[in-house]
């Protein structure tokens, strides 16, 4: 069974700057696809950005940028000229190539920026 | 991207009661999905739905404590039955869009007394 990993449950940036979230995960799958979620207070879940794993090109989505290693099983997300808005719960998620479209979760890291 | 409803929002209820979610897509959707965000964690899925068959549940979770209904293309729901404060939970729903991505609901918020 795959498994996601985000070891920092809490961390913080200023306004402006770039901060990086980590997440590992574990699969045998060679086919796989990559997401992070944002969750802020409201609950919603909001896709940020999503990675195929065939793809060796980084994903990118504006301020918002990955660093794939899939040798390493890691997937970074990077935050540039952070937000107030950017405050929130990013979860990193993993999902077979297959036609089951289940995600798995990782437990989340809270992100806090400040003024 | 698709649209997503779902209600109520939030509620709170006794023990041994039973409350159906709502979840309502602004377009056709073939899959859809149902996850529960317990406190402080991560989300967890409790079953797949597709329109025209029985609801397809994960390790851990039945039919009867969580009934779900697909009856058409648009719209699902699902019953957290005979309540226990263990079930004090957020639930959402989510789908995929045409593009493969993966929508979800503003999900909710249950806390049972």
């Known amino acids: 069974a795959q498994t996601v990993t985000q070891s920092q449950p809490e961390m913080s940036v200023q306004e402006a700057e770039t901060v990086t979230l980590s997440c590992t995960y574990d699969?045998?799958?060679?086919?796989?696809?990559l997401f992070w979620y944002k969750q802020p207070p409201s609950r919603q879940m909001i896709l940020v950005i999503r990675?195929?794993?065939?793809?060796?090109q980084n994903a990118t989505e504006n301020r918002f940028s990955v660093n794939f290693q899939k040798a390493a099983k890691s997937f970074s997300l990077k935050i540039s000229d952070s937000q107030l808005g950017d405050a929130a719960m990013y979860f990193c998620?993993?999902?077979?190539?297959?036609?089951?479209?289940?995600?798995?979760f990782g437990k989340g890291t809270l992100l806090t920026v400040n003024p | 991207s698709a649209v997503i409803s779902q209600k109520p929002s939030r509620d709170i209820c006794q023990r041994g009661t039973s409350l159906t979610i709502q979840c309502q897509v602004d377009?056709?959707?073939?899959?859809m999905f149902w996850y529960r965000q317990q406190p402080g964690q991560s989300l967890t899925l409790i079953a797949t739905?597709?329109?025209?068959?029985?609801?397809?549940?994960e390790s851990g979770f039945v039919i009867d404590k969580f009934p779900i209904s697909r009856p058409n293309l648009t719209f699902s729901t699902l019953t957290v039955s005979n309540m226990s404060p263990e079930d004090s939970s957020i639930y959402l729903c989510?789908?995929?869009?045409?593009?493969?991505?993966?929508?979800f609901g503003s999900g909710t918020q249950l806390s049972v007394l």
């Open positions: 699969t045998s799958e060679s086919d796989y696809y």
């Open positions: 377009s056709q959707v073939t899959m």
């Open positions: 998620a993993y999902r077979s190539a297959g036609s089951n479209y289940k995600l798995t």
């Open positions: 990675q195929e794993a065939y793809k060796q």
């Open positions: 739905a597709n329109q025209g068959s029985e609801a397809t549940y």
């Open positions: 989510s789908v995929v869009g045409d593009n493969g991505k993966l929508f």
